[in-house]
């Protein structure tokens, strides 16, 4: 007996989530390129490194960059320090991803440029790997089509 196509998402719109998570992720890969090639201070993440590297540590212990993607780019909408705690739904819903470091007082740019392009690279991966698996189950639901009723 085959599934009904309403407990799962039809192939296509697995198919589009995979493909905007590709976006998303070559987006990034574009925001690690300019944030390895370019001075921090002339970079998208300035602000990040502004609040990581200006804001009291013994107040705040991490400070998050937004960032959206949109029309192919990625948009670093806000940044957020935080004391303790989590992010409230309505501020993370309205972005695709997140880049949070610790407040450290004095960080180099270089070193932010490698724990960021390292967070930054571990988003890559996550959303690549999400868009694998959502192709994935898109195939396998087709092929499931054909099968016996």
């Known amino acids: 007996m085959s599934r009904s196509g309403r407990d799962e998402p039809?192939?296509?719109?697995?198919r589009e989530q995979a493909a905007e998570n590709e976006a998303i992720a070559d987006a990034l890969e574009d925001l690690v390129i300019e944030l390895r090639d370019e001075p921090v201070k002339?970079?998208?993440l300035e602000g990040l490194f502004d609040e990581a590297t200006t804001s009291d540590p013994r107040i705040w212990n991490t400070v998050t960059a937004f960032i959206d993607v949109e029309d192919g780019d990625a948009v670093v909408t806000d940044e957020s320090k935080l004391a303790a705690g989590k992010w409230a739904p309505e501020i993370v819903d309205d972005c695709d991803t997140m880049v949070t470091?610790?407040?450290q007082r004095g960080l180099m740019p270089d070193d932010f440029t490698y724990q960021v392009g390292r967070e930054l690279q571990d988003r890559i991966t996550e959303f690549g790997e999400?868009?694998?698996e959502l192709r994935q189950r898109a195939a396998k639901l087709e092929g499931d089509d054909g099968a016996s009723d």
């Open 130 to 132: 999400e868009a694998a």
């Open 42 to 44: 002339e970079s998208r």
């Open 101 to 103: 470091i610790d407040i």
């Open 10 to 14: 039809d192939p296509e719109e697995l």
